[in-house]
């Protein structure tokens, strides 16, 4: 049984920072392309940052929006992905949820980030 398990988030300031872990099990995270996807309320669910597997070269990318702010990594002895999240904003608040994709996809049940001006 897979399960992905968000913790980290809460209320800070603008300019602030947060890290984000996600904690996995049922599956090897070195295998899974991992990623950070967030939703604020009235919105579509987008895509924050991504790591590929250990087999597709460890490739992040990340969102226009947080590209310099956020860093995405993983610690596979740990079985655990992070989001450094740093110079937050107010457009940074919504719920962040982890996610595992390799054929199947998997979500965690999300952690919410609420950043005050």
């Known amino acids: 049984q897979v399960q992905l398990v968000e913790s980290g988030g809460g209320l800070v300031q603008a300019g602030g920072s947060l890290r984000l872990s996600c904690a996995a099990s049922g599956i090897l995270i070195s295998l899974n392309r991992m990623a950070w996807y967030r939703q604020a309320p009235g919105t579509q669910r987008e895509l924050v940052a991504a790591i590929t597997s250990v087999t597709s070269g460890g490739i992040t990318n990340y969102a226009d929006s947080v590209k310099g702010r956020f860093t995405i990594s993983r610690d596979n002895g740990k079985k655990t992905v992070y989001l450094q999240m740093n110079s937050l904003k107010p457009e940074d608040t919504a719920v962040y949820y982890c996610?595992?994709?390799?054929?199947?996809?998997?979500w965690g049940q999300g952690t919410q980030v609420t950043v005050s001006s």
């Open positions: 996610n595992a994709q390799r054929g199947n996809s998997y």
